[in-house]
């Protein structure tokens, strides 16, 4: 059989001017990206335009950061799509996590989960930065430079590892001895807080506030 290859000269030309895009909001980079659509930039004017489903899209947009369970949704679009097919990381969140990097439920590296062939770095990247990633990746799928999708099948159990790791949530063990004396502890700070607050107390707090009225 012969090796897939992605598609360069007129293939590749009619492919890089007819870009229908999947645009996956995960964050506040999405708000850039509007602007692109509007008359100064017109992005369309490069045969680009946004689409409703993942089947009808070549180029998946990630526009911020991932969480786990984000991260699920956008696997399962990605792999609806057809091919030959593209991702661009939009912004720095999906760089190295961006302002969220120390979040322990922030995808830091995207790709280590799906093949990206672009990223736009900037918090959050500017219409010009997007427009020269759209040029960009249109010159390269015209000479044949990008194939995400062939190392995405390529490696699909390197891929397949990755997510699982990521995304198998196990039920934390529990140490029952534990749990009874944290429960213990709680339901003593309650029986202090109850006798601190006896039925005289009660009566004394509610003269004073009719008091001051």
């Given at each position: 059989m012969a090796k897939e290859r992605p598609p360069k000269g007129l293939k590749g030309w009619a492919q890089g001017r007819s870009l229908w895009i999947l645009q996956f909001c995960t964050?506040?980079?999405a708000v850039e990206l509007p602007p692109v659509m509007t008359s100064r930039y017109d992005m369309?004017?490069?045969?680009?335009?946004?689409?409703?489903?993942?089947?009808?899209?070549?180029l998946l947009l990630i526009t911020g950061y991932l969480t786990v369970k984000t991260l699920k949704r956008v696997i399962r679009s990605y792999e609806q799509m057809g091919e030959p097919?593209?991702?661009?990381?939009?912004?720095?969140?999906?760089?190295?996590?961006?302002?969220?990097?120390?979040?322990?439920?922030?995808?830091?590296?995207?790709?280590?989960?799906l093949p990206v062939d672009l990223y736009i770095a900037g918090c959050m990247p500017r219409p010009e930065a997007i427009i020269e990633a759209f040029n960009r990746l249109i010159e390269g799928i015209k000479q044949g430079k990008f194939n995400g999708w062939i190392r995405y099948k390529e490696n699909l159990r390197w891929y397949k590892r990755n997510q699982a790791m990521i995304m198998d949530i196990r039920k934390w063990s529990i140490d029952k001895k534990l749990a009874e004396e944290v429960w213990r502890e709680v339901q003593e700070e309650r029986r202090k807080i109850f006798e601190q607050a006896t039925v005289p107390h009660v009566y004394e707090y509610a003269e004073r506030i009719s008091e001051v009225g």
């Open positions: 964050g506040c980079g369309e004017r490069f045969g680009i335009t946004p689409m409703a489903t993942p089947r009808q899209a070549d097919k593209y991702v661009i990381g939009f912004g720095s969140c999906t760089v190295n996590g961006g302002m969220y990097w120390d979040s322990y439920n922030t995808i830091k590296r995207l790709d280590l989960y």
